[in-house]
């Protein structure tokens, strides 16, 4: 299971997915879980300045998937163009990407 903590830092106009992908050497998914916060019960859009929203995942690694190291990364879109959120850097004043890289995963 993965929990994730978001914080809303403004209010949101627009109803933003999550993505959890755990990905192979070749940045191929071999798993993931896309969703609205709380499986859609708690949209951003519903979300009040300074809510912490308390996010849970599951994802399912096929029996046949291969032994080794795996990126779990992270982020949030916008469905209807498929468009990723930035993330920010710290100061929130330079674009990091479009994923946050949680850390590496071994499967045995």
Same mark, same amino acid.
């Given at each position: 299971?993965?929990?994730?903590?978001?914080?809303?830092?403004?209010?949101?106009?627009?109803?933003?997915?999550?993505?959890?992908? #755990? *990905?192979? %050497?070749?940045?191929?998914?071999?798993?993931?879980?896309?969703? /609205?916060?709380?499986?859609?019960?708690? !949209? @951003?859009?519903?979300?009040?300045?300074?809510?912490?929203?308390?996010?849970?995942?599951? #994802? *399912?690694? %096929?029996?046949?998937?291969?032994?080794?190291?795996?990126?779990? /990364?992270?982020?949030?879109?916008?469905? !209807? @163009?498929?468009?990723?959120?930035?993330?920010?850097?710290?100061?929130?004043?330079?674009?990091?990407?479009?994923?946050?890289?949680?850390?590496?995963?071994?499967?045995?």
């Amino acid at each position: 299971m993965l929990t994730l903590y978001w914080q809303a830092l403004a209010e949101m106009e627009r109803r933003y997915t999550v993505f959890t992908h #755990l *990905l192979d %050497a070749d940045n191929q998914i071999v798993a993931q879980m896309d969703s /609205e916060p709380l499986g859609g019960t708690h !949209p @951003t859009t519903e979300w009040q300045f300074g809510e912490i929203v308390r996010d849970n995942y599951a #994802l *399912l690694i %096929a029996p046949d998937t291969q032994p080794g190291e795996y990126l779990l /990364e992270v982020g949030m879109y916008y469905l !209807p @163009t498929l468009e990723r959120l930035s993330v920010l850097d710290g100061s929130g004043s330079a674009v990091q990407g479009d994923r946050v890289v949680l850390g590496r995963i071994v499967v045995y």
